[in-house]
């Protein structure tokens, strides 16, 4: 081997070894053992690229791919920043701009997990499922999930061009979105049938078990003794808030649980208080039901509170956190994560529904389909239950 490869090569796997070893500094523990007979293979990898490729590599974006690759295959919320994104981050408090009202994850390109009710997303027909495959011109093949919520930031009033694919659809399409400030997501309600009252929870705030128990007693008042709560492409708001919320309906018992790499599990446990709400519920969801909206559906479900109609949700309830690295670049990792009740993992898993119902197919800029199966079964199951009953 050269002098200069040999450099290269410690250059390039010296930041490796730290990458690897991130696991220790998260939760105390030595990196296992089987992680380094990888390390001695990318060894060699590197040695070959910059001995025997038909080009002299860039080492910069030869490290950058590496780490890219190994913080592809934690989770879609897991990514490796540069410095320059680190710094960014640093520089950046609390998001004061326009948004588009996209919440997103990655599968091998940047996906749609839901788009905000009222949102320039939601008004453009962005769905569930939808392939972003370039922001602003700027392919998403190899952009991490938070480069991409970067971009889709912005000030209010900017606009961003997004390239999108649908299904089975071969040709992308071309979707102008104008950021706005952020909406308010607050809870609606209508009744559906004849004894059954609606709620639309579009995201989960702190107002959020304010605004349900507000709306379940509204609804009551009129003449519901069942109620439906619509989680469909619920995607955001913290877990923490969903277990919050979930108090309103369970009386007794555990909540959730969320567990952390070298501090174990955490249960949160229903107090004296909680469960005032007695009325039967449905909950409805998709797979663009996430975060908050999985936390929440996973307690009513498991304590017996609630069943559920739809598809499956996503399997998207963590936390991540920065952790820097010595050169300045950083890792966006995944260091915490929420089970069920019974101490099923929903981060992705997801729940499987009581009742599956598929959404129906969209065609790109056709009209929403004036059918709603989810819907339909979720009334008639509210209406095949027994009259209500107090909660255990």
Do not use: C
């Amino acid at each position: 081997m050269h002098t200069r490869t040999r450099y290269l090569v410690l250059a390039l796997t010296t930041p490796l070894v730290v990458f690897t070893l991130v696991g220790g500094l998260m939760g105390q523990q030595r990196t296992p053992t089987g992680a380094y007979p990888h390390l001695r293979v990318f060894d060699d990898v590197v040695s070959l690229i910059f001995g025997s490729y038909v080009e002299e590599p860039n080492p910069d974006t030869v490290l950058d791919g590496a780490m890219l690759g190994l913080a592809e295959g934690l989770d879609p919320d897991s990514s490796y920043l540069d410095a320059a994104q680190v710094k960014g981050m640093d520089a950046t408090s609390e998001p004061t701009g326009g948004t588009t009202g996209l919440a997103i994850t990655r599968q091998y390109y940047l996906r749609v997990v839901a788009s905000l009710d009222g949102s320039p997303a939601a008004r453009a027909g962005l769905h569930t499922g939808d392939y972003i495959r370039a922001i602003g011109g700027k392919s998403t093949r190899h952009m991490s999930l938070h480069e991409g919520q970067r971009l889709l930031g912005g000030p209010v009033g900017s606009s961003i061009t997004l390239t999108v694919l649908r299904g089975s659809q071969t040709d992308p399409h071309e979707v102008v979105l104008t950021r706005v400030a952020p909406p308010a997501a607050d809870v609606t309600t209508r009744v559906v049938a004849p004894g059954v009252g609606l709620l639309r929870v579009p995201a989960f705030s702190e107002r959020t078990p304010a605004q349900i128990k507000a709306s379940v007693t509204q609804l009551t008042g009129q003449g519901a003794t069942q109620i439906l709560i619509d989680l469909r492409h619920t995607a955001d708001g913290d877990p923490a808030l969903g277990v919050e919320a979930a108090r309103l309906f369970v009386k007794s018992g555990t909540l959730a649980i969320r567990e952390a790499r070298g501090r174990g599990q955490q249960k949160t446990e229903a107090q004296a208080g909680d469960g005032s709400l007695t009325v039967p519920v449905t909950l409805l969801t998709t797979n663009g039901t996430s975060q908050a909206a999985e936390v929440f559906a996973a307690a009513l479900l498991e304590n017996d509170r609630a069943k559920t109609v739809g598809e499956r949700t996503l399997g998207r309830a963590a936390a991540q956190k920065l952790v820097k690295l010595p050169d300045g670049s950083g890792l966006w990792l995944t260091y915490a994560r929420w089970l069920s009740p019974k101490g099923t993992a929903i981060h992705g898993t997801g729940l499987v529904p009581t009742v599956p119902v598929a959404e129906p197919d969209r065609e790109f800029g056709a009209p929403a389909p004036t059918e709603d199966p989810i819907l339909d079964k979720a009334i008639e199951t509210a209406k095949s239950q027994a009259p209500a009953k107090a909660a255990a």
